[in-house]
Nanobody, 121 residues
Framework: QVQLAESGGGSAQAGGSLRLSCELS????????MGWFRQAPGKEREGVAS???????TYADSVKGRFTISKDNAKNTLHLQMNSLKPEDTAMYYC???????????????GGQGTQVTVSS
């Protein structure tokens, strides 16, 4: 059974950093596209970044230059390094995995339960 487990969320000051991790169990991450989504209160869930099985990476415009996604296939783990955090980055962050990269979270085959990130000004 494939499962995703996020960790690393928490609180940070504006301008600070946090590092999220997502551990994939039950399958090898090298065969999947994996991505991060986030959902702020009252807003739709949006894509943040993704990396496909070939290593091609995509970022949302709002996080380009600040966030870095990486996938450690040896450890079946996806990371999201978040620097220069802004209050508008406050959201629940979700990890997703699937055979292809999608814009919509629900299109992915597997999704995590989320980890909260709160950025104060």
């Amino acid at each position: 059974q494939v499962q995703l487990a996020e960790s690393g969320g928490g609180s940070a000051q504006a301008g600070g950093s946090l590092r999220l991790s997502c551990e994939l169990s039950g399958y090898t991450s090298s065969g999947y596209c994996m991505g991060w989504f986030r959902q702020a209160p009252g807003k739709e869930r949006e894509g943040v970044a993704s990396v496909n099985s070939a290593g091609s990476i995509t970022y949302a415009d709002s996080v380009k230059g600040r966030f870095t996604i990486s996938k450690d296939n040896a450890k079946n783990t996806l990371h999201l390094q978040m620097n220069s955090l802004k209050p508008e980055d406050t959201a629940m962050y979700y990890c997703a995995a699937g055979l292809a990269c999608y814009i919509v979270f629900s299109s992915y085959t597997y999704g995590g339960q989320g980890t909260q990130v709160t950025v104060s000004s």
